[in-house]
């Protein structure tokens, strides 16, 4: 709990019914966390969790929250609980209070990463977590232990979604340029290579577009489109590819690899790990296509927030040498049976 009480906190907008604004300014800054926490989970024992509270403690906050505002604030729903209009109104005002709050103490408190015991929740793409997530969660565990990364997805669809509704404090997949109040850092330029089974009739002899086009595709894409980035330099090219089938996860690659015909064309690192990891080699396709970049975005209130900026700079680190192994990689020799 934050180490506050009886503290009040001025929200002074447009007031939704009579008594209700007045209300807050008395209450407990730990009540309002608890509202900011169901509001945003609309689940009570998620929002439990989330603060590290008991499911019962969270029940009782909200039962002071509704006898001092006068509104139920939460209804019972399958699944989980829908705010009532009043608490809809007051959920974005008690989310910017105490965000600006964190974020000045956070900038007053110095970030020991060896003592630290913090959350950060942060929104990554499949991509961006198979990539970054392993060797980042790998260095918290040795230079800040007591440091917690909770992850969920985010790709291009619905990252500032999460950023804006706070489900997120930063967004990591390929980006576009974020509205003015969002910092946008780049991180890993992505080259691409073809993926296939080494048996494939594709894995030896030149990789022309006509053999490449050959051959049912397989598209990983979360958000369920039918449209990658190699399928706008085919068409201009005058060869369009017969996709095979469309996949939301990465998990099932490997095995449909291994099972048809189908090859898949990814970024260069994760093609690279799945070969490793299964068996598959990699080819370099036969048709440029656009590189794309990994991105970084987050609320520039969090610019002056020690523990975040701290995570950010490791983040950054993780990539640059990610993007130095593959240097060397290439270096190396091509990708040529991998």
């Known amino acids: 709990m934050l180490p506050w009480q009886g503290a009040g906190l001025g929200l002074a907008r447009r007031p939704p019914q009579d008594g209700a604004m007045s209300g807050l300014a008395g209450l407990d800054l730990n009540l309002l966390r608890v509202f900011d926490a169901v509001a945003r989970e609309r689940h009570v024992t998620r929002a439990a969790e989330r ?107 619905d990252a500032m979604a999460a950023l804006e509704a706070g489900r997120v404090q930063m967004a990591i997949a390929v980006l576009e340029e974020p509205p003015a109040l969002y910092t946008r850092l780049r991180l890993l330029p992505e080259a691409f290579l073809v993926l296939m089974r080494p048996d494939h009739p594709l894995a030896r002899g030149e990789l022309t577009l006509e053999r490449y086009v050959s051959v049912p595709h397989l598209l990983h894409s979360p958000n369920g489109s039918r449209d990658g980035a190699l399928d706008e330099p085919l068409r201009a090219a005058g060869y369009p590819r017969r996709l095979g089938a469309v996949l939301a996860h990465l998990s099932a690659v490997p095995a449909l690899l291994r099972e048809t015909d189908m090859i898949i064309t990814l970024s260069a690192r994760l093609a690279r790990a799945l070969a490793a990891a299964h068996g598959l080699i990699c080819r370099p396709p036969p048709i440029a296509v656009r590189h794309t970049r990994l991105s970084l975005v987050f609320h520039r209130r969090f610019e002056g927030d020690p523990g975040h900026a701290w995570l950010r700079r490791r983040i950054v680190a993780l990539a640059r040498e990610a993007a130095q192994r593959d240097a060397r990689v290439q270096a190396g020799g091509g990708e040529e049976a991998r």
């Open 51 to 157: 603060l590290g509270m008991s499911q019962p403690a969270v029940s009782n906050a909200l039962a002071r929250l509704r006898r001092a505002l006068g509104d139920p604030l939460f209804l019972r729903r399958p699944g989980g609980v829908e705010p009532t209009a009043l608490a809809l109104t007051l959920a974005a005002p008690v989310a910017e209070a105490l965000d600006r709050l964190a974020e000045t103490l956070g900038a007053a408190t110095p970030f020991d990463p060896a003592t630290a015991r913090r959350v950060f929740p942060l929104g990554m793409s499949e991509y961006a977590e198979a990539v970054l997530a392993p060797p980042l969660i790998a260095a918290l565990s040795r230079e800040a232990p007591g440091v917690l990364l909770a992850i969920a997805h985010a790709d291009r669809t």
